[in-house]
């Protein structure tokens, strides 16, 4: 018997596997020129209870909060890592969970999740300001609404809608909101206005820490301040 990740999941001569830590690792059963292999995957418990709180494994990489009253009475969640052909070219590497309700957990209204992310590991061109928690549905990654990055803690924080997998990802803006008094209206030589700027998600969430770049089509007639 043999493991190809001990760390993870070792395995004894006689066949005993033993859980060690949160991963996944093939058992493999070798008998002269036969061999057979199976995945196992090992999951982190979080227990909830009715009191709510923040409860996190021990590395802090995944927590959750829970308002009182949102559980009915002690439960277990299994936390393990995501699969890895789940990942994109906008997926914070080491980011994807898969967070599953052992039997009798039922939902979890108000839930938030909270996922910390290795800076050193961001996509290139990818700003810290920029990340998003998303969920895997049946169409590819989908936003989690309002979700909001906190780059001095290095997590990202959003609702935990339903159970499944999560990731952090990059949200690329979709359209700029303007606003301004005089906006689409006429201004007499010499007047000044100030018009504003908002980055937006393809869902109409606004982008924090962005940059707007401001420029005019005929600087001769209007010119606009950087």
Do not use: H
Request: zero cysteines; a positive charge; proline letters at 5%.
């Amino acid at each position: 018997w043999t493991s190809t990740n001990q760390a993870v999941a070792a395995v004894s001569t006689s066949g005993l596997v033993t859980a060690r830590a949160a991963g996944q690792a093939v058992v493999i059963a070798t008998s002269g020129n036969a061999r057979e292999a199976t995945t196992v995957l090992v999951a982190s418990a979080l227990t909830l209870t009715p009191s709510g709180g923040t409860v996190a494994l021990p590395d802090s990489s995944v927590s959750l909060g829970i308002p009182p009253g949102s559980v009915g009475g002690t439960v277990t969640l299994l936390v393990s890592p995501g699969a890895a052909g789940l990942a994109d070219d906008e997926v914070v590497p080491g980011t994807i969970v898969q967070i599953a309700g052992a039997a009798g957990s039922g939902t979890l209204a108000g839930a938030t999740l909270a996922l910390r992310y290795d800076p050193t590991r961001l996509p290139a061109g990818v700003s810290a300001g920029g990340l998003q928690l998303y969920r895997r549905t049946f169409t590819g990654w989908t936003a989690v609404r309002r979700s909001a990055s906190d780059t001095t803690r290095r997590v990202v924080t959003g609702a935990l809608g339903a159970f499944g997998t999560y990731a952090i990802r990059f949200t690329p803006v979709d359209r700029v909101l303007l606003s301004g008094a005089q906006l689409d209206g006429a201004l007499y030589v010499g007047q000044t206005t100030r018009f504003g700027a908002i980055p937006a998600s393809a869902l109409g969430d606004t982008l924090a820490n962005r940059v707007t770049a401001w420029s005019s089509s005929a600087p001769g007639v209007a010119t606009v301040d950087a």
